[in-house]
């Protein structure tokens, strides 16, 4: 006898949502952008510097490291802030993007690089009001929601 209560079982598989950290380093009215180059996902378009936690890393280990190889940039303390979540659809998956956030300090971080050439064309400074056209919906996202104080934004779900 089946159990009103207890979903039938589905025939999609469940669910598989990478888990993706953003580092919006804000330097006033500025904010730090990659260009993707050579991955295989969203090459040519810019993105903030980023990437998916790796197995069993908690999220401010995950955000530091990710800052660390791929614009040699280090924190300490409370940085960077958790800001929000972005939920990102695009034709091929879905993802959950953890949104941090912190204010450049040039002596305490040192000069952003290009850590990973091999994956990223250049790092660039754009002004907040002056974001690419070709900069990846999953970053506009993240820029969209921490510029307005949104603690989730949807993206690609319309």
């Known amino acids: 006898?089946?159990?009103?209560?207890?979903?039938?079982?589905?025939?999609?598989?469940?669910?598989?949502?990478?888990?993706?950290?953003?580092?919006?380093?804000?330097?006033?009215?500025?904010?730090?952008?990659?260009?993707?180059?050579?991955t295989g996902y969203a090459d040519n378009q810019w993105n903030c510097p980023s990437g998916k936690l790796e197995h069993g890393e908690d999220a401010i280990t995950g955000i530091r490291r990710e800052a660390a190889e791929e614009i040699g940039v280090r924190f300490e303390g409370d940085e960077p802030q958790f800001v929000g979540v972005v939920h990102h659809r695009s034709a091929w998956h879905a993802?959950?993007?953890?949104?941090?956030?912190?204010?450049y300090d040039p002596?305490?971080?040192?000069?952003?690089?290009?850590?990973?050439?091999?994956?990223?064309?250049?790092?660039?400074?754009?002004?907040?009001?002056?974001?690419?056209?070709?900069?990846?919906?999953?970053?506009?996202?993240?820029?969209?929601?921490w510029r307005a104080g949104t603690r989730l934004q949807l993206s690609g779900w319309q």
């Open 1 to 38: 006898m089946s159990d009103p209560h207890r979903p039938e079982p589905s025939s999609e598989p469940p669910p598989l949502h990478p888990v993706d950290v953003f580092l919006l380093l804000a330097h006033g009215d500025r904010i730090l952008l990659a260009l993707r180059q050579n």
């Open 95 to 103: 993802r959950i993007g953890l949104i941090f956030a912190a204010a």
């Open 107 to 145: 002596v305490r971080h040192g000069v952003p690089i290009n850590g990973e050439p091999h994956k990223c064309g250049e790092v660039r400074w754009f002004g907040l009001d002056e974001i690419p056209e070709n900069t990846y919906p999953y970053t506009v996202a993240a820029i969209d929601a």
